[in-house]
């Protein structure tokens, strides 16, 4: 059995806060035209609030693009995706809170226009970036696609956070980046580690340059590279994973030895977790499937 999703990870420069979507939308077909069998298309961390300023400045910068959840240009994306017929990852957008929040928020749409899921990125960059914290992990199904978590650049540097994403029931984990900085290098290890330690697909799509470091990596369940597209220029990286070979991994185990989902039985004791003043409890290691999460 198999499950085919064909994705498009697009390496590219963000565009300017308050552009045009028609501009974007123009940037989005022209990846269909190259690779027209993608049900899902996947944009970096930011790609449609670019900035230019620093510190204090930045930050202005930032609020003035944000919008509320379900204001204007999420209606606005989700026409396009309808319009196309796929599913839609813009990246993330600078989100105006209910209480004046600035969240950095993933946004995934479906082929139907609807907003089918939003993530709040939970380990915003202190003390570089201005955020507040999100406050939860998200899974969003994508039908017949398969169940897709999220994570937000720096959140991979937090293993709770696909751990957690893994356990919901996530099958690839999307991780738009921003990454200016030269530790994208050690987040290309990551990628894989996540993915090894979790038996799941990781796709990390990064900005390019002059802005961006580049180096967007998709990621097999268990840590195999299927896909990069290595430095900072311009590019996209299509390619079409078998959602069916999470399970397969897990059944076989990473190599056809190691089966860690299923390391606890009901019969042992609760494994307390001081840091997180909380336990392993084995009756809910296993990954969560279906409504179960």
């Known amino acids: ?146 169940r897709v978590g999220f994570s937000i650049c720096y959140d991979a540097w937090f293993p709770e956070v696909t751990r957690h994403l893994a356990w919901m029931g996530a099958e690839v984990v999307l991780n738009p980046v921003q990454t200016t900085t030269p530790d994208r290098a050690q987040e290309l290890v990551l990628a894989r580690a996540n993915a090894i330690v979790n038996q799941v697909f990781v796709a990390s799509v990064n900005t390019a340059g002059p802005f961006g470091m580049g180096d967007s990596l998709l990621v097999g369940p268990e840590g195999d590279v299927l896909g990069a597209l290595s430095g900072p220029g311009e590019g996209v990286l299509a390619h079409t994973i078998d959602l069916d070979e999470v399970a397969r991994v897990r059944r076989e185990g990473t190599a056809g030895t190691n089966r860690m989902w299923e390391q606890f039985t009901p019969a042992d004791a609760p494994l307390p977790l001081p840091l997180y003043q909380g336990r392993i409890d084995p009756d809910r290691w296993r990954p969560r499937e279906g409504d179960d999460r």
């Open 1 to 146: 059995m198999s499950r085919p999703l064909p994705i498009a990870l697009v390496q590219a420069p963000p565009r300017p806060a308050g552009g045009a979507l028609a501009e974007y939308a123009g940037e989005v077909e022209t990846v269909l035209r190259r690779f027209p069998d993608t049900r899902l298309v996947a944009f970096p961390e930011l790609h449609l609030c670019g900035v230019d300023g620093e510190g204090g400045k930045r930050t202005e910068q930032l609020r003035a693009a944000a919008e509320p959840l379900h204001g204007p240009r999420t209606k606005q994306l989700g026409e396009l995706a309808g319009d196309l017929g796929i599913w839609l990852a813009p990246g993330t957008v600078c989100e105006e809170g209910d209480h004046g929040e600035l969240f950095n928020t993933a946004l995934v749409f479906s082929p139907q226009g609807e907003l089918a899921g939003w993530y709040r990125k939970v380990f915003p960059w202190r003390p570089h970036e201005p955020y507040d914290p999100g406050k939860e992990f998200v899974v969003a199904d994508l039908a017949d696609a398969g």
